[in-house]
């Protein structure tokens, strides 16, 4: 196959270098470069064994012949970036290209629905981790479950790309409802990825008791908004699910910290910003949450990049 990544970041990189075994891989940057090279380490093959080799890998870039031939479009960028990504490959995007929309956080779905109206297209959610130290670096971190599910009829045809992912990067599943693992991702989101920003602390430090009043309740008023939305679940299921990502991934700093840190826009917006707007749409109130926005919203009026 022919596949186009949008967004040569982390998690961009980290599905181009696997999906490059089996298949031709062409980025889409925001700069003009016209190809990309990245040394990438991967993961050891078993834990607490020493690092297997890097691997150097030499990618097209920026070739709007590779849009138009594309059996795939996957776009990595972050939510806030997704609709001026695809606005860029619009132009030489053909009418039949299944589109695959891979990001954290929800809400960006009707404006892509409504820029492609006809375009098939797929939802992405993973758990797999990956870090750029800079341009020319990858490091794949973890490890994690991919699901694959259409947005539109369109993009219920092209399921079998299920097993492509899969067969890169295992594991990946297919979802007839992409929406209830976006869910699931959302609400750890939710529970960690603020937290761990407006206290700058690794994932593990959340499993301090200081934190354990604050998590149950985001996980309640989670568990709400998401039993509305049709996605029944309870607070204590989703307290067990958040407390096993804050061992599996302890010595992590979340991303919303990480973009903190470096002063970088968050995806607060798309993350607990969508979990009120939801709530909002349902007369349910969110105050743990909304006060996590708001706090994080203070945070972010430093960024460079807004
Ligand atoms: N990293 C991880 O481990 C994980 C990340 N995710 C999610 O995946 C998504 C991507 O994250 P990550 O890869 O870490 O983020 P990065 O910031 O590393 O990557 C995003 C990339 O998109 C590029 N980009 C932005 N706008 C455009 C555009 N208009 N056209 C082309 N490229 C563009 C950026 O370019 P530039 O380099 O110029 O800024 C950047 O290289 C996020 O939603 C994140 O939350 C999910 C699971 C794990
Ligand atoms: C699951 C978690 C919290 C892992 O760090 C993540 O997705 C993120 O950092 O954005």
Redesign the pocket.
Known sequence: MKITI???????LLWGSHLSQHHSVHF????NTSSLNITVQPLPSQPDTPPSAPCTFDFVANQSAWVEQADCVLV????F?VL??LQ?VQPYLAAHTPVVI????MGTHEAVSALLPHQPLLYAT???????PDRHQLHH??LGQTWLGALNAEGAAYSPLASVFDRALAPCQWHDDIFQPLWQKLAINCAINPLTAIHQCRNGELAHPDFDATLSQICEEVAAVMNAEGYPTNATQLRTQVDTVIQTTAQNFS?MHQDVSHHRTT?IDYITGYLIARAQAHQLTVPTNAQLWQQVKQLEQHTHDA
Do not use: P
Not at 76 to 79: D, E, G, P, R, S
Not at 102 to 105: A, C, E
């Open positions: 949008v967004g040569a970041g982390a998690i961009g889409w940057t925001r700069d990595t960028v972050k939510a970036q001026e990504a860029a891979m990001h954290n956080g993973t758990a797999q981790a990956a870090l750029r971190t973890g991303s995806e």
